[in-house]
């Protein structure tokens, strides 16, 4: 690339060698590789000081783009706007500076399609998923990515790519799921869950992390291409890799229901051929399941009915419904019908056949079946006035730490449910989320964060963050004493329900006598502050907008909204 064509000519080595400056010239690099010579215009940059506010308290310098670059620019004459996470910052994760850009940028691109002007959305995932210094606002900036992909995605692709060996992690592989089309390399890597965190949380005979040979043949880009999770297996090339995308953007957009978040008949098959009492083996994989992305065939296992136990995930759906026995879609995902609402709940199943998701995780068949019972409201309303509600009743652990989970594609199960959900939203369904004991990390993620409205018991029992604290520990080589430590001083840490409430995420922080035994005067003040919900979720947007608009996040979110001010500014020039 000459200077000519470089964004960042005209630049002395003085600006270009300060302290933020060697990794956003990799990030920049390769998002200006993939683009029409001369076309690339960085938005949002270096020197617009769009620093993280959490870290420098932590004692981590941050960089001046927060490790995410956004170029617009053109690919075969095409509109394209470019989201390249750096995955030398801070392990490629996702905080609320770097989250912020990212969704924004999908947002303005599908402003311009609407106006007349497709442009596509294309990201570089490099990315470990959430930012765990940044916590519950890199949860929720995921949450607003996924959503901003899925307002992109009908008007112009939304390409994702994952070319380097950090590869896509966490959160942010839900993300990759929605895309249009995934190009990867053989390099790649694509899980939900990373090879440590399954590791810490199940052991290391359930995964050994170790094992490099083990993690490519789970995560590598072959295999996901090989079992029709990726569309494009590409060398390690510029070119090749600009080839393909520009065959990608040129293939425009899928017609409604066909991409694999919204699969559902393929992914119901594909699960019923896995026996979780045998090891599954990723080469067998691939031979049963094959590269294209369609129904396969699968033994008839018809679903196991059973009583789960008690939890405040289902005593809260049958207080708030009325209705006892709630039906079973799974024994492990609980459903209660009204004239006015659907109510949906994961709660433990001690028999679930998937053991990883036995204490009340999201798991593969926990996410169809969530996505299933979306989508059939969604249909039995469609020619109704007025849609039902959706409330998701949250009291969950987190996703579904294992093995058979991560070699399946656990990313693209949940991403099966953030896409129903974002339809249910977009039919006109109010969505509804009340959080009522823990709210974890992809679980959250998949089960409530893409609710229009969001409300939570004021409950010690209630937890909501991105990942449990040992695992956490782990990842950002801490000991969980240190990171209670800074729990107390840097917000988004804390795994306080009333710290979280000041995050800008939540409509109502619900105080009752007992959360696990609801009396009738706290049935009857949480069921009010639902009905409430519903009626705000009715009136006001059916896009998560509102988050970065409520009081709290006026205070708290001031990095997010400079991000919205800064793209919005310089989009146009």
């Not at 896409?419 to 969505?431: E, F, I, L």
Request: glycine content about 10%.
């Amino acid at each position: 690339m000459t200077a000519a064509q470089s964004p960042l000519a005209g630049l002395t080595w003085p600006q270009l060698l300060s302290r933020h400056s060697f990794i956003e010239l990799d990030a920049l690099g390769r998002a200006t590789a993939l683009l029409d010579p001369g076309t690339a215009r960085v938005l949002a940059g270096p020197f617009d000081r769009l620093e993280s506010p959490w870290l420098e308290p932590q004692g981590i310098t941050p960089q001046s783009d927060d490790g995410t670059v956004i170029v617009r620019g053109s690919v075969d004459g095409r509109a394209v706007v470019v989201a390249a996470i750096e995955q030398g910052f801070q392990g490629g994760g996702t905080g609320e500076v770097s989250g912020a850009k990212i969704s924004q940028a999908l947002l303005l691109a599908a402003a311009d399609s609407r106006a007349g002007t497709p442009t596509a959305g294309i990201i570089l995932f490099e990315t470990g998923g959430v930012r765990l210094q940044e916590a519950n606002l890199g949860l929720n900036a995921v949450a607003e990515i996924c959503s901003a992909v899925l307002d992109l995605r009908p008007l112009a692709p939304v390409i994702g790519v994952v070319a380097g060996t950090v590869g896509s992690f966490g959160g942010m592989s839900i993300a990759a799921g929605l895309c249009t089309r995934l190009i990867v390399t053989p390099q790649a890597r694509i899980g939900l869950n990373g090879p440590a965190v399954i590791e810490q949380e199940g052991g290391v005979d359930e995964f050994d992390s170790s094992d490099h040979e083990l993690i490519w043949a789970v995560d590598g880009g072959e295999q996901r291409y090989g079992t029709g999770l990726a569309d494009d297996l590409v060398p390690d090339d510029t070119q090749m890799l600009r080839d393909a995308l520009t065959g990608a953007i040129r293939s425009g957009v899928t017609e409604a229901g066909g991409h694999r978040s919204q699969r559902l008949d393929t992914l119901a098959s594909r699960l019923a051929t896995i026996d979780p009492s045998h090891p599954l083996d990723p080469l067998s994989l691939r031979q049963l399941w094959g590269r294209v992305y369609t129904p396969v065939a699968a033994s008839d296992h018809p679903r196991r009915k059973g009583i789960a136990p008690d939890t405040r995930g289902r005593t809260w759906l049958r207080v708030l419904s009325g209705i006892e026995p709630p039906d079973e879609v799974i024994p492990s995902v609980l459903s209660a019908t009204t004239d006015t609402a659907r109510y949906l709940a994961v709660v433990p199943d001690p028999e679930n056949p998937f053991y990883r998701a036995r204490e009340g995780q999201v798991g593969l068949t926990e996410s169809l079946a969530l996505a299933e019972a979306v989508h059939e409201i969604v249909d039995a309303d469609s020619d109704a006035p007025t849609k039902r509600a959706i409330i998701a009743v949250v009291d969950l652990p987190s996703q579904a730490y294992g093995r058979i989970e991560e070699t399946a594609g656990l990313h693209q199960a949940m991403a099966t449910t953030v896409d129903a959900y974002h339809t249910a939203r977009n039919a006109g369904h109010p969505v509804v989320a009340v959080v009522v004991g823990t709210a974890l990390s992809g679980g959250f993620l998949t089960h409530g964060l893409q609710a229009n409205q969001i409300l939570a018991l004021d409950d010690p029992g209630v937890e909501i963050h991105a990942m449990h604290k040992a695992a956490a520990a782990r990842i950002t080589l801490r000991t969980v004493e240190q990171l209670d430590e800074l729990a107390t001083s840097i917000t988004p840490m804390s795994y306080n329900v009333e710290d979280w409430a000041t995050l800008g995420f939540c409509d109502g922080l619900l105080k009752v006598d007992d959360a696990d035994a609801p009396t009738a005067r706290d049935v009857e003040t949480v069921a009010a502050a639902v009905a409430d919900a519903v009626e705000r979720a009715r009136c006001g947007p059916v896009d998560l907008s509102n988050r970065l608009d409520s009081a709290a996040a006026k205070v708290t979110r001031h990095a997010s909204r400079a991000v919205r001010e800064v793209l919005g500014r310089e989009w146009n020039p």
